[in-house]
């Protein structure tokens, strides 16, 4: 049942101290509503990626709630603001069966 | 037995209680300094892009972001906390659409009050039955 997620983390944007940059999260996790139904007529489960919380050098920086209304796969995008000596942006996530995972991604400057 | 559960899951999509807690009514909000990028049509409710930039009130910071599908069977798709004191912020995502509606944005700020701006859509196929 829980195969890994694959997630990707990008940053985009010219990396500049002081300056802001794009974060741009996604996870190719189904996120099943728990509205749908399977070719057997049986309800699928509800299992979404319901938080998601962004640091910035181990700062949380942001933290999301998603709901049901979000896609699969799940995409975020989120300004970061770059401090003077770069570090590192991770993203990390949990969904309603208790998998959890973490990406990250270094600033350079 | 899949009728019994078609049947369910339509009564789920069109029947939903429209339940938020707000300290007003949205469209008492202003909207100023919100931004929204959202097609006026698409095809289907499954991947519907949304884009909105805020720029918060001179001498404000942002606190939370919220976006809102009122006709979906869970409005809140997105509650956003924000950590740093940012005057401008830049949000990006995909949304699942179970009806044509608006999606509504708000925007809250460091002394409690909130903005909110709201952008229609219409879409030809439902994402709550479609199992793509």
Same mark, same amino acid.
């Given at each position: 049942? +829980?195969? *890994? /997620?694959?997630?990707?983390?990008?940053?985009?944007? *010219?990396?500049?101290?002081?300056? +802001?940059i794009e974060?741009r999260?996604? @996870?190719?996790?189904?996120?099943?509503?728990?509205?749908?139904?399977?070719?057997?007529?049986?309800? /699928? *489960?509800? $299992?979404?990626i319901?938080?998601?919380? @962004?640091?910035? $050098?181990?700062?949380?920086?942001m933290?999301?709630?998603?709901?049901?209304?979000?896609?699969?796969?799940?995409?975020?995008a989120?300004?970061?603001l770059? *401090?003077a000596e770069g570090? /590192?942006?991770k993203?990390?996530?949990?969904?309603?069966?208790?998998q959890?995972?973490e990406?990250?991604?270094?600033?350079?400057? | 037995?899949?009728?019994s559960s078609?049947?369910?899951? %339509?009564? =789920?999509c !069109?029947?939903?209680?429209?339940?938020?807690? !707000?300290?007003?009514?949205?469209n008492?909000?202003?909207? #100023?300094?919100?931004?929204?990028?959202?097609?006026?049509?698409?095809d289907?409710?499954?991947?519907?892009?949304?884009?909105?930039?805020?720029?918060a009130?001179s001498g %404000?910071?942002?606190?939370?972001?919220?976006?809102?599908?009122?006709e979906?069977?869970?409005?809140?798709? %997105?509650?956003l906390?924000?950590?740093?004191?940012?005057?401008?912020?830049t !949000?990006?995502?995909?949304l699942? %659409?179970?009806?044509?509606?608006?999606?509504w944005?708000?925007?809250v700020?460091? #002394?409690g009050?909130?903005?909110?701006?709201?952008?229609? =859509?219409v879409i =030809?196929?439902?994402?709550c !039955? #479609? #199992?793509?």
């Amino acid at each position: 049942m +829980s195969s *890994p /997620i694959l997630t990707r983390l990008a940053l985009t944007g *010219p990396v500049k101290a002081g300056g +802001s940059i794009e974060a741009r999260w996604s @996870a190719a996790h189904p996120m099943n509503s728990g509205f749908r139904v399977d070719d057997s007529g049986h309800r /699928i *489960p509800k $299992n979404i990626i319901h938080t998601v919380k @962004a640091y910035l $050098n181990d700062r949380l920086i942001m933290e999301a709630d998603l709901g049901t209304a979000m896609t699969s796969p799940v995409y975020l995008a989120f300004p970061v603001l770059v *401090p003077a000596e770069g570090g /590192i942006v991770k993203v990390i996530w949990q969904d309603d069966s208790g998998q959890m995972g973490e990406t990250q991604q270094r600033l350079v400057i | 037995m899949r009728r019994s559960s078609l049947a369910w899951a %339509l009564g =789920t999509c !069109l029947l939903a209680p429209h339940t938020l807690v !707000l300290s007003k009514p949205l469209n008492e909000l202003s909207s #100023d300094g919100i931004e929204l990028v959202f097609p006026r049509l698409a095809d289907t409710g499954n991947a519907v892009p949304f884009e909105a930039q805020i720029t918060a009130p001179s001498g %404000l910071h942002l606190k939370a972001l919220k976006v809102i599908l009122p006709e979906n069977p869970n409005p809140v798709a %997105l509650h956003l906390k924000i950590m740093g004191q940012p005057a401008q912020y830049t !949000l990006k995502t995909r949304l699942r %659409l179970a009806a044509s509606q608006s999606v509504w944005l708000v925007a809250v700020f460091n #002394d409690g009050s909130e903005r909110a701006h709201h952008a229609p =859509t219409v879409i =030809t196929s439902t994402a709550c !039955l #479609d #199992d793509s």
